[in-house]
């Protein structure tokens, strides 16, 4: 797992998206609640000043709950805005 916060400051203005982070093993194993939670905490690590996407860390593996893909959509549009 990157640091979300720490990879963007590195990285400063030398990127065009920073995207992720959302843990895989939350996204198969998890309950929806605690991918709402990894969510909101990789929007607070990396949204502010844009430039950041929201995704899982890798692919969705097969299994993953049809619950917890949809809790990751939410939450994108729940807390995913930003000025």
């Known amino acids: 797992m990157v640091d979300l916060k720490k990879a963007k400051e590195v990285l400063g203005k030398k990127f065009i998206i920073l995207m992720g982070n959302v843990s ?3 996204m198969r194993y998890g ?7 990894e969510a909101k905490r990789c929007i607070r690590a990396a949204a502010e000043g844009g430039k950041f996407m ?30």
């Open 54 to 83: 929201l995704s899982t860390a890798c692919d969705i593996a097969p299994g993953t709950p049809s619950a917890n893909i949809k809790a990751l959509i939410n939450a994108g549009s729940k807390y995913g805005t930003y000025p």
């Open 31 to 37: 309950t929806a609640q605690q991918v709402e939670e």
């Open 24 to 26: 895989t093993a939350i």
